[in-house]
Every structure is written in structure tokens, then in C-alpha cells.
């Protein structure tokens, strides 16, 4: 299945060969650890090969493994994909296959909290130099580049604060130097940011977010644009055990099959909240890219084809207690980590206390919002009481 099929073609049908499965619509769940081989001869080659199809252990990969990654590589239009555990997993298994003692690597300063924790924890104690960047430096990222720069880290929009990264410009820096770029695309999945067509050589995706979509699986995927680097991460993975569960998979290949209309409305409920939010008076400022008068909108509006339910809000000053009563009392937007699922959630965010290459300057506190499937004059009905306390307790 090529790019040439529009995406939600591409969702309804990749990964999955009926003719090949006695008809049935969707593939079957191999669990497996132990492969059995009917030759000394078809041993050998099975250890010998990563290509799909020849399978030498559970770990390595599986027809179920093989039908979820067959089906991001279709939607991002990349050589292939490889999965993994969770979304961190992800993260982890692209840097650390990509790096080595002595590189030097530039990550966005917006990056996902524990993206940040691992270079800064794992990746510094392998000897790997890290630092940070403005997310908005554009081309000027090539005045960081070092002789040892080997990778520049990209997420856009950002955690938090959804800053959207001019990702053509400093993949095309990072390219005339050699130097591989690697994105977190899971706001937009592939749906929405064509990471490949925009100079990404890697992508990332805590598919436990929308791929997954129902809150009930954690799985990470890696993509990869051409062969060799995809050889690259795969030996990798191989060598360092990553792998995902076979239900897990295939809950996340399920997911793909409505990922585009559950964005889509993801898209319009998110709209309408993030439009009211923004007329009113206890709110600074709304961080949604879709939106306009948002920062980052004219940059979002020119590289992305839509917008998912993740952003957040600047509230105009209040205290700790003002936000905690507005967040404790909430019926429909529950706190909880992660996003992506069909359900809506709402947390307090403190990006001062992440960032170390920017400041973060802002009227009041953090809040962010995953707007889910829910009717939003609801939703807008739970935030309206929410503001009632907000006020009642200042
Ligand atoms: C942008 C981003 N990347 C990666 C991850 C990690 O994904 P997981 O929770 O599946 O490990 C998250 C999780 O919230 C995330 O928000």
C-alpha cells in the first residue's frame, strides 16, 4: 500500500491481507515466543534476516508485530516501521540507536518531560553531549551544530507549551551537514504532519495516544525513512530487546482503523472549546495551533493538514488554590497523564520548571486540555463550572 491511496484509504486497509487469512477481514494474533524451524538450513536464515516475513523469535518480530508496522510505513510513506513497549520506548530506541559516546545531540527545549530525563539521566551517562534548543531557532539551529553533532531531536508542537517548530528549515540545516533529524510526531500522527515529506529522517510516536485511541493499551512505534537507517533501529531494537505485546499491537492496529474520524471530531470539539476558552475573561491566552490568533498558527497552517485535541490554556493570574479548586471539582475532564483517548482530560502544567535553553513567561498558570469524543457544549458546560470555583476561591 503506497502514499498514492488518500490516508484514511491507507487506514481502513494497510496491514491486514484477507486473502491471505482465509478471508477474515482483520489478521490474526500470533502469541508467540518460541519459533519452530523444520531445518538446520531454515534456522540459520531465520537468524540471519530482519525482513519481514521470516520470523526467529517472539521478540524479533511476528506476523502481528509486522501487520501494525506495515501499516504506519504505508501512512507515513516511510521504508518502514519498528514497534515497541510504549512511547518513551520509542524515544529511547531512536536516540540510543542513533547515538554514540562522543556525539553531540540538540533536542527542542519543549520536549516530552521524560524524553528530557532520558538524555539528560541515560544518553549524558553513555558519554553523549546533550543540549538544548530554542524550539523556534529555524534555520539558525546551524549556529549549534558542532564538528560531533550527529542528531537534532524535534518535537512539534511541543509538550506543554505547543510551540510549532519550522521543521523543513532545520532538517534541511541538519541535512547539508549530514546530520539526521528525528521528530516526535505524535500530536499530529502522520495524519496530520507528513514528517518524511517535510525532510524528517525519523519519527516517533507514543501510538498510545490516537493510534491506540481507547486509554487501554501503551505502545510505541518508530519510523524510519529510508532502508538503512530503518536497518540501523532495527538491529538495535534486536540487540536491546525491544518489543510490544501481541494484543497490544493489535489493539493499536485496531485503533488505526478510525483513527481519522476520531481526529477529525477530536479536531471540531477542540475548536469550539479552545474558541470559547479564548473569550473568556480568566483566560490569558489559548496555546492551540489550530486556532487563529494562537501563536504558531500561521506556521501551523502552512505544514499541517489538521489538528488534534491536545493544547493548552494561560490563566490569567491565580494561585495554586484557585487552580486546584477549578481542576478537583471537574465532572468530565478528569486528571489524568497521557491523551489521545476518547475521553477528555485536564491537567496543571509547569513548563518554567522543565525549560533550560528558553524561559517560559507567562500571565498566570499552566492548564492542558485533552478535548475528547464528548458533546462539547458539555465539555464547555464542565469548564464554565470550573471557572465559577476558580473565582469563588480566590
Ligand atoms: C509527546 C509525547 N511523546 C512521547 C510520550 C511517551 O509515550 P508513552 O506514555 O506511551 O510512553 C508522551 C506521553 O505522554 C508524549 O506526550
Known sequence: ??????????????????????????????????????????????????ESGVYSYGRVGSPTSEAFEEAVAALEGGHGAISVSSGLAAVNLALTALLKAGDHVLITDTAYGPTRRY???VLAR??????????????????????NTQLVYLESPGSLTFEVQDVPAITAAARTRGILSVLDNTWATPLFFDAFGHGVDVTVHAATKYMVG?????????????????????????????????DDLYLAQRGLRTMGVRLQRHQE?????????????????????????????????HHFTGASGLFSIVLQPASAGQ??????GMELFQMGASWGGYESLILPTHPEKIRTATHW???????????????PADLIADLEAGFDRLRAAA
Open 323 to 328: 487552580v486546584a479548586a477549578m481542576l478537583d
Open 361 to 375: 513567561k507567562a500571565a498566570g498558570p499552566g492548564v492542558r486540555l485533552h478535548v475528547g469524543l464528548e458533546d
Open 126 to 147: 553513555y558519554g553523549v553531549e546533550v543540549e538544548y534548543y530554542d524550539p523556534l531557532a529555524g534555520e539558525g539551529i546551524q549556529e549549534l551544530f558542532r564538528a
Open 269 to 301: 470539539n477542540a475548536l469550539k472549546v479552545a474558541r470559547w476558552l479564548q473569550a473568556r475573561p480568566e483566560v490569558a491566552q489559548v496555546l492551540y495551533p489550530a486556532l487563529p490568533g494562537s501563536p504558531g498558527h500561521e506556521m501551523w497552517a
Open 214 to 246: 481507547h486509554s487501554d493499551a501503551m505502545m510505541g512505534v518508530v519510523g524510519a525513512r529510508e532502508k538503512r537507517t530503518w536497518l540501523k533501529l532495527k538491529t538495535h531494537a534486536v540487540q536491546a530487546g525491544h518489543c510490544a505485546g501481541p
Open 1 to 50: 500500500m503506497t502514499r498514492s491511496r488518500r490516508p484514511d484509504t491507507v487506514l481502513a486497509h494497510a496491514g491486514r491481507h484477507p486473502r491471505a487469512n482465509h478471508g477474515m477481514v482483520n489478521p490474526p494474533v500470533y502469541h508467540s515466543s518460541t519459533v519452530l524451524w523444520p531445518t538446520v538450513a531454515a534456522m540459520d536464515q531465520a537468524h540471519a534476516s530482519l
Open 119 to 121: 538524555a539528560d539521566s
